[in-house]
């Protein structure tokens, strides 16, 4: 008799609190349809004054601005420029962390629209135009309206937020250290100590209304090389004077191809080796002295990260050696790859399914774009995922990139970022209630 009335008195709680449950993610999806024009308009403002990594000052003191008036306990100035909004539920539970990236890229905009950017700042010693030319200035927007919606049902939250708005995705200006690393180093993930971790993106090639995810790997690390090469210089006309570093060099970028093509078993992992700048030379009948390219490696698993590391310094250095020049090579690791938990990703998706609907929860095959999000990732259990933004009435195909001047975002995917936000805090909550930190 008494485990039917244990059995009976669970179910009927179970009931309720499914019921409140329901109840709170109805207030969150009112709140999240009346904060669309609100969202757009910060948005536009974000993305008609873009400022670069560790320079956000602007969008910092605005980011601040707002999460004050909600009354979340706010810090300023981790990792240069980074905010952090802390929202103490009224239940005790567990710490759950929302990410926004705050800067834009060095790009000039030619998409035609009014909020358009003009900017201009100073990257790496030069002038350059500055746009949000990845969406980040979405983000920002999409994470200040999730924090007024979990400010507005504070009282029913079973733990704590913490909004992390973050600078420096792109990568900090050279000699300085930034983004999520200097974050987590400066403690973003302690006091209180973080659970988890949730963050969005918007992606210009995913429709309107649908969510992309993936688990385990899902966006690529990001390494960064630098090949320096020392010849002998001599006059152009004369070239068997002296060592060649540009012939030399031409050979090593061929080299480098083979590395993906030869060494890597594609079947299994992808990668990418890429070229992307040669410095050399001061005129066109001089043959220089020395050289120096950079490049970018992607990699989805750790044992072909280091094997494409270990193949560049090999290939470099045996080209050079076989032209009598020598090779340097630096490899620094920018980011980490971006890293579902499955256990956290399997219990989440039903989430999201619930709402965008099942349908438009799709997997996605990895990318080979690098996200700093993947430092948080190696602390704690985290999911990323995907967020709809294509111009409506284009093509995907058509669709300009992210790192663009044409880069576009259509705006009416907003509310779904929100509400996918929102209710991923709340049922990552109910699941692992406990004694908040």
């Not at 109805?26 to 403002?45: M, N």
């Not at 649908?210 to 688990?215: A, E, F, L, M």
């Not at 880069?407 to 004694?435: C, Q, R």
Request: proline share 5%; with cysteine; charged share 20%.
């Amino acid at each position: 008799m008494k485990k039917i009335i244990l059995f009976a008195g669970l179910f009927i709680f179970s009931l309720f609190t499914s019921a409140q449950n329901a109840a709170l993610k109805s207030k969150i999806a009112q709140k999240a349809a009346s904060l669309e024009s609100k969202v757009i308009t910060w948005r536009r403002d974000f993305h008609q004054n873009p400022e670069l990594g560790n320079r956000e000052f602007k969008t910092a003191e605005k980011i601040a601005a707002h999460l004050r008036s909600l009354g979340i306990e706010v810090q300023t100035g981790v990792g240069k420029t980074g905010v952090v909004g802390i929202l103490r539920g009224g239940k005790p539970g567990p710490v759950v962390a929302l990410r926004a990236d705050i800067d834009a890229l060095p790009v000039k905009e030619r998409v035609d629209i009014p909020f358009a950017s003009k900017a201009e700042g100073e990257y790496n010693g030069n002038i350059v135009p500055i746009m949000h030319a990845c969406g980040h200035d979405t983000h920002i927007a999409i994470l200040m309206g999730t924090a007024e919606i979990l400010a507005s049902v504070k009282d029913d939250l079973k733990g704590t937020v913490k909004f992390i708005f973050q600078p420096a995705e792109e990568g900090p200006p050279e000699g300085e250290e930034g983004g999520a690393e200097l974050m987590i180093k400066e403690g973003v993930l302690n006091n209180p100590k973080v659970d988890v971790i949730f963050g969005l993106h918007i992606n210009a090639q995913t429709e309107v209304g649908t969510i992309k995810y993936r688990p385990k790997g899902t966006m690529a690390a990001s390494d960064w090389f630098k090949i320096k090469i020392m010849g002998k210089q001599t006059h152009g006309a004369y070239p068997w004077l002296g060592i060649d570093p540009i012939v030399t060099a031409s050979q090593i970028v061929m080299g480098l191809q083979t590395i993906v093509s030869r060494n890597v078993n594609i079947t299994e992992s992808a990668a990418v080796v890429s070229v992307g700048q040669i410095n050399a030379g001061v005129r066109s009948n001089v043959i220089p002295e020395e050289l120096t390219m950079n490049g970018t490696i992607r990699s989805l698993d750790s044992k072909v990260q280091q094997m494409v590391h270990s193949r560049i310094k090999q290939i470099a250095t045996a080209i050079a050696e076989s032209a009598g020049a020598t090779a340097d090579v630096t490899i620094t690791n920018k980011t980490a790859i971006t890293y579902n938990d499955p256990s956290l990703t399997e219990k989440m998706i039903p989430t999201l399914e619930a709402v965008a609907g099942k349908e438009n929860v799709l997997l996605t095959p990895a990318v080979t774009g690098a996200e700093d999000f993947s430092f948080y990732q190696e602390k704690i259990p985290g999911l990323y995922f995907f967020l709809g933004g294509a111009p409506k009435g284009k093509p995907i195909s058509e669709t300009a990139p992210h790192h663009t001047p044409d880069f576009y975002i259509d705006e009416s995917g907003f509310v779904l970022g929100m509400k996918a936000m929102s209710d991923l805090t709340i049922d990552y909550m109910e699941m692992n209630t406990k004694k908040n930190k």
